[in-house]
């Protein structure tokens, strides 16, 4: 039985679904397809509820969202896309997007989503490095890869959402093509979504996944959300579906298991967060740990916009036990974490429905992972001991491989194990609680930043000689991006220069990887092989 269609409230318990459980993924399959098969005759099933930023709000049933997508399948063939293609996508949250995602997938091309948050230089490194031949871009973020189009000589064809410039294609050609379309027959294995994701070195790093990545999302949606839904079930994230967040955890599972989604075209607010999941009356939301804590500072919001929350999903760092208390007394609702990587996920956490999650800890193992926590000696540690979480391969959500860069696959390997280099310990009931990363990334409101390409922006500057980039704890946040700069002959620090160096991460790479704490300094640490010490650094960082 396919995972959509199990009941796993039938195993009764935690241990009897890992003892029982086994994957059962089909050697053909195509994401598209999940989607078509299930609901193109559906014309009275809401698929996506639209919130506009101008205050227009649009429903669109399955039936509309299947035909603009076979629409647009149609037309990306016209252009020249064959399967295995990169085909990027840049929009905001809507209809539109969902309905690239799936025609991308159904023309067996690969999706390679990137953030409207981005600036020049990070367009400029995914598309070079992913060799994509064709983008889809929302108007209002054309600029931004408009001005890097010169440097990248696989792009062939730019497609605008909006009014297109000169050589530029219009999305709006789409509506001219036939609204039926056959998905490309895939294996399981063929490459289907490529995601950027950044390392503690060098530029973002594209995690190449498979189309049997979305059978691994389905068990663990399922469980992060309770296991069982009904026709109210509506889910939402304020989180870009250029992200895990938002495309894996939410959009493309719910629309498998024929459920609304809730797309927001404004920029994440507390009291807009609200407002929409009142407005559309949603009930199962992922929401980041650093969305959490500004949402509670809202006062009364259950009352004040009709919430009818029941299961709220969060990961990328440990949910305080404050907002689990505020959570199931001020909105009703359960949180249940999970822990995972880009590369590889949802390796651990919570579900409420089948077992008692405990605030602090990640949770459990989902079942069909292998996960343990390893000693540098390769050992499992013992409760009450750290070591390094691992998972054995196997797992669909497991990435192919890292694009073009096979000394980085091979070096996530050790003995037999993914490493994710995340250090946890673990409890006697066998409970996961993460500590921290081992190496230099900076995770920030759910974000994670690698260092070496914030540094890499600021030294451009002529006034910066040197600088170190580590994270800093914020009470909101978690961490923010600090820059330790040491400044080149002839610049004296002050407000200005700060803000300058601010701005230039903001528009060249990406705004949230902007240090929003500037530190200037005389000199910066060296280990004895003559590399920055971020490790001290952000040591002392922790003591201020």
Not at 28 to 34: K, L, P, V
Not at 460 to 475: G, K, N, S, T
């Amino acid at each position: 039985m396919r995972l959509a269609d199990q009941d796993l409230l039938s195993y009764g318990s935690y241990r009897q679904l890992v003892e029982e459980f086994e994957w059962d993924i089909p050697e053909r399959m195509n994401m598209a397809s999940e989607v078509f098969d299930r609901w193109s005759d559906d014309r009275g099933r809401v698929a996506i509820f639209v919130e506009h930023a101008d205050g227009r709000r649009d429903t669109w049933s399955y039936w509309r969202l299947i035909r603009l997508a076979k629409r647009y399948a149609n037309f990306l063939v016209s252009l020249g896309v064959q399967p295995g293609d990169r085909v990027s996508l840049v929009m905001h949250q809507g209809a539109e997007l969902a309905a690239l995602h799936l025609a991308v997938y159904s023309v067996g091309a690969v999706a390679l989503p990137m953030s409207i948050l981005y600036g020049p230089d990070s367009y400029r490194h995914i598309l070079s490095d992913s060799a994509t031949s064709v983008i889809v871009v929302g108007e209002p973020y054309a600029e931004p890869i408009r001005s890097v189009r010169d440097d990248l000589a696989d792009l062939t064809t730019v497609v605008i959402s909006g009014r297109p410039g000169e050589g530029e294609r219009s999305l709006s050609e789409a509506d001219s093509y036939p609204a039926d379309f056959d998905p490309v027959d895939t294996a399981s294995e063929d490459p289907a979504l490529l995601l950027y994701t950044s390392g503690s070195t060098g530029h973002p790093k594209g995690a190449l996944h498979a189309h049997r990545i979305l059978e691994g999302y389905l068990l663990t949606f399922k469980l992060f959300f309770n296991v069982e839904f009904d026709e109210s079930t509506v889910f939402y994230t304020p989180s870009d579906w250029a992200w895990v967040g938002g495309l894996l955890d939410i959009l493309l599972p719910a629309l498998v298991f024929g459920r609304p989604v809730v797309a927001d075209e404004e920029r994440f607010s507390a009291e807009r967060a609200f407002e929409v999941i009142g407005r559309n009356g949603v009930t199962h939301a992922f929401l980041t740990p650093t969305a959490l804590k500004v949402m509670a500072q809202v006062p009364d919001p259950g009352p004040r916009f009709d919430l009818d929350l029941r299961v709220i999903a969060s990961g990328g760092e440990s949910v305080a036990d404050e907002l689990h208390r505020w959570s199931e007394r001020d909105l009703g609702a359960v949180i249940n974490e999970f822990y995972g990587l880009t590369e590889v996920n949802h390796l651990v956490g919570g579900c409420e429905a089948l077992w008692p999650g405990q605030p602090g800890w990640m949770g459990l193992p989902y079942p069909g992972r292998e996960v343990a926590l390893l000693a540098e000696s390769g050992q499992e540690i013992r409760p009450g001991e750290i070591g390094e979480i691992a998972v054995r391969p196997g797992d669909p959500t497991q990435m192919l491989e890292y694009w073009g860069n096979p000394e980085a696959t091979a070096g996530m390997r050790r003995d037999g194990w993914i490493m994710t280099g995340d250090q946890a310990t673990l409890d006697p009931s066998g409970y996961i609680r993460f500590l921290g990363r081992d190496d230099d990334m900076i995770a920030s409101a759910g974000y994670r930043i690698g260092p070496a390409e914030v540094e890499e922006s600021l030294v451009r500057h002529p006034a910066v000689a040197e600088v170190a980039v580590i994270p800093a704890p914020d009470e909101i946040r978690g961490h923010v991006v600090k820059a330790m700069v040491v400044l080149a002959d002839g610049y004296l620090p002050g407000d200005d220069l700060t803000r300058e160096l601010q701005a230039q991460v903001k528009t060249q790479l990406a705004a949230y990887k902007y240090p929003r704490k500037v530190e200037y300094v005389d000199n910066l640490p060296k280990t004895s092989t003559g590399k920055l010490n971020r490790k001290l650094l952000a040591a002392q960082a922790r003591m201020v």
